[in-house]
């Protein structure tokens, strides 16, 4: 029974505050989210990453194992992708991001938060900041199918990613204001974005549900698969691996519409929204069932 109250005392918050979002966009279809947007990226992403990475206990050698780990399952995943896009003959380019960026930040730290403490934050953000870096470098290469440096040093997470590794690699104290200070950036980022993600949910359409149903479970269950087949190859263990198969588990990401809409044509862009929108409901199911999985068998 302890181990039930625990995974609704985990999986609660998160989908709360996105049926806040999802009641709010509902209720004004007209709301403006892009305060939140441009906060998220330039000053919310930076912190959270920071703050996750540097005062959660976090050592150069687990961010940079648990960097790697992600990187391995980035790859399974595109694998995956590439496959299926092949199979429904999509563009195999363009469509990718969905299946191989998912929701790591936005949904994977509040839960690995509450799942294990601070310490499930910390590798929880190591995987995150590769999955922030992956959107302006990997994701902008391919919607746009060409690769654009300025997007990269552009990119406030970029530069907050490189400083919370020298941080960590060199050992240096974090002064106590700059702790408090993105510690309270990170919670607010947390909510507003939770938040948006309920909002978007009323505004992103579905166009083609069989497809993006396939490629949904994909996102949401064949992920988590190689997270654990990872787990295994490693022989890892402990609240680590635990963050590791959920933050497999994540549907896709919202930002791989916005950066799609930016650079794709638009028939491609409502495929991406189309699967946001089916993984993200899919995983309201498949994510209680792999929190429940990780806590039983990673504490």
């Known amino acids: 029974m302890e181990i039930y109250l625990k995974l609704f005392e985990v999986i609660f918050p998160v989908f709360f505050v996105v049926g806040i979002g999802y009641y709010l966009g509902k209720k004004n279809p007209k709301i403006d989210t892009t305060f939140i ?20 206990g976090l050592t150069f050698g ?37 299946y191989i960026l998912p929701n790591t930040g936005n ?4 839960i ?31 919607a746009s199918k060409k690769f654009n440096l300025e997007v990269i040093t552009k990119s406030p997470a970029f530069y907050s990613v490189i400083i919370s590794i020298i ?26 974005i939770l938040m948006s993600l309920g909002i978007a949910l009323t505004r992103l359409k579905v166009f083609s549900f069989y497809t993006s149903l396939i490629g949904s479970i994909a996102r949401v269950i064949i992920g988590p698969i190689i997270g654990y087949l990872i787990i295994l ?3 890892l263990s402990g609240y680590a691996a635990g963050v590791l198969l959920i933050q497999c588990s994540m549907p896709s990401a919202v930002l ?17 929204a189309s699967m946001i929108v089916v993984s993200t409901l899919l995983s309201f199911i498949t994510i209680p069932i792999i929190v429940f999985l990780s806590l039983k068998y990673f504490f």
Do not use: Q, W
């Open 112 to 142: 690995c938060l509450f799942a294990y403490g601070a310490n499930g934050l910390g590798v929880a953000g190591a995987i995150s900041s590769l999955i922030i870096l992956f959107h302006f470098t990997l994701g902008v290469f391919l």
């Open 37 to 56: 947007t441009n906060f998220g990226a330039n000053i919310g992403s930076p912190a959270i990453v920071f703050y996750s990475v540097t005062t959660t």
């Open 107 to 110: 949904m994977g730290l509040p």
């Open 62 to 98: 687990v961010f940079t194992n648990y960097f790697i780990y992600y990187l391995l399952a980035i790859i399974g995943f595109s694998i995956i992708g590439v496959i299926f896009l092949f199979i429904f003959k999509k563009d195999v380019i363009m469509e990718l991001p969905p």
């Open 167 to 192: 941080f960590l690699y060199f050992e240096i104290p974090v002064p106590n204001f700059v702790v408090n200070t993105t510690m309270l950036l990170t919670y607010a980022t947390i909510f507003l």
């Open 233 to 235: 190859y490693f022989n």
């Open 256 to 272: 791989n519409y916005l950066v799609g809409s930016m650079y794709s044509p638009k028939k491609v862009v409502d495929n991406i």
